[in-house]
């Protein structure tokens, strides 16, 4: 009888056991995070001026869209948000891939100009226009030629500090530095221009 008894107690704690290991699955698998998945991903059509871009702050750069599984951060809210407030030429953004998700969010690629990020940010709800964490920028407006003084129309130029620095002092551009991305360098030394008028 105590036999019997010791058994029944042994399988009782063994379905016990087992009972609440099934509910600890069922609770894990009912409360594990969702993420979401990309539905397209393309490269965009609109014309590269279109695509140039400033960062809003109000999202942070990723690895791949923020909400996919090991998206990882790139660059802070607070971090694109100094940027944003900043006139250097070197953060003007590209966009050059937009992606959407099943849950209808946009995410664009971008890349700074000088390539130090590169990255997906949220981008709103529709491709209608840019939202979220990026907004359309003009990189460069080209000003009046009669904002130019008579001597400065009328003047020639020499360059001050000839050499092969690509800081905006001794070398030629193809167009203002960092207004266009991937369009570089017009003349890349300028040594052998020392003496000459422009």
């Known amino acids: 009888m105590r036999f ?3 058994r029944s107690l042994f399988l009782s704690v063994a379905a016990l056991g087992f009972v609440a290991a099934a509910g600890m699955a ?17 490269k965009m059509a609109m014309l590269p001026q279109d695509r140039n871009v400033t960062f809003t702050g109000n999202n942070a750069l990723y690895t791949k869209a923020g909400t996919l599984r090991g998206a990882r951060v790139v660059a802070s809210k607070a971090t694109l948000s100094s940027f944003s407030n900043v006139s250097s030429s070197t953060h003007n953004v590209r966009a050059y891939r937009i992606a959407t998700t099943n849950r209808g969010s ?14 997906w940010i ?6 209608s226009d840019f939202n979220g964490g990026v907004q359309q920028y003009r990189t460069f407006t080209n000003q009046a030629f009669s904002t130019l003084t008579t001597a400065q129309q009328n003047g020639t130029y020499k360059i001050t500090t000839p050499g092969t620095a690509n800081d905006g002092t001794q070398v030629t551009y193809k167009s203002p530095a960092y207004t266009n991305y991937k369009v570089g360098r017009a003349i890349t030394d300028s040594s052998p221009y020392a003496n000459t008028q422009f």
């Not at 664009?108 to 990255?119: E, F, I, L, M």
């Not at 949220?122 to 491709?127: M, S």
């Open 122 to 127: 949220y981008g709103g709800k529709t491709d």
């Open 106 to 119: 946009i995410y664009y690629k971008v890349v700074t100009y000088d390539g130090s990020y590169r990255g």
């Open 26 to 42: 069922n609770s894990q698998t009912a409360s594990a995070k969702t993420y979401a998945r990309v539905t397209s991903n393309s």
């Open 4 to 6: 019997d008894l010791k």
